[in-house]
T-cell receptor, first 114, second 113 residues
């Protein structure tokens, strides 16, 4: 069982380009999340989904979009990348959105926008 | 507003010494509290969580944390540090559902031989 996979592992991107970060989980979890991790700021929630077909905004959603066409996949798209989106991006999943549901994290994608 | 504060961005201890990583929260409702560990170039892994049952919570790798409502704290401890404990540790609080999780800024733990 792989858990959560993310692709690519790292990417250097020119400003203004469109980029999709991929996330796939094989645990049949209902809920999925995207975070960005920046030095000194911890992790901040970008978007989440509590089940296939539904999504919600987190703390820092601007400049990002997500979709949840099925249970396993939760891609994150940057429509027009800007340097402030340089960060490490983590996808996570949990069985549900309950307060006691443990979140499981992928290995991350390191994105640099020049 | 709910928040979580980790005191000390970097903590260094000797191998075999006590590990103490501090976390304080602010919340107007009973919180659910978590500690996660992140090893270099990896995602976060759950160490332990407090969900309003026992106030002393035991986690993996010999770590434990105690919820103290009067001090609004949830400090992480381990009696004897190992070299393999070197990592970044994040405290997190959830109020009102997993989509409302708030992470602290993290504490990097270094272990001296």
């Amino acid at each position: 069982i792989a858990g959560i996979t993310q692709a690519p592992t790292s990417q250097i991107l020119a400003a203004g380009r469109r980029m999709t970060l991929r996330c796939t989980q094989d645990m049949r979890h209902n809920a999925m999340y995207w975070y960005r991790q920046d030095l000194g700021l911890g992790l901040r929630l970008i978007h989440y989904s509590n089940t296939a077909g539904t999504t919600g905004k987190g703390e820092v959603p601007d400049g990002y979009s997500v979709s949840r066409a099925n249970t396993d996949d939760f891609p994150l798209t940057l429509a027009s990348a800007v340097p402030s989106q340089t960060s490490v991006y983590f996808c996570a999943s949990s069985e549900g959105l309950g307060v006691t549901d443990t979140q499981y994290f992928g290995p991350g994608t390191r994105l640099t926008v020049l | 507003a709910q928040s979580v504060t980790q005191l000390g961005s970097h903590v260094s201890v000797s191998e075999g010494a006590l590990v103490l990583l501090r976390c304080n929260y602010s919340s107007s409702v009973p919180p659910y509290l978590f500690w996660y560990v992140q090893y270099p170039n990896q995602g976060l892994q759950l160490l332990l969580k407090y969900t309003s049952a026992a106030t002393l919570v035991k986690g993996i790798n010999g770590f434990e944390a105690e919820f103290k409502k009067s001090e609004t704290s949830f400090h992480l401890t381990k009696p004897s540090a190992h070299m393999s404990d070197a990592a970044e540790y994040f405290c997190a609080v959830i109020i009102g559902g997993a989509s409302k999780i708030i992470f602290g800024s993290g504490t990097r733990l270094s272990i001296r031989p």
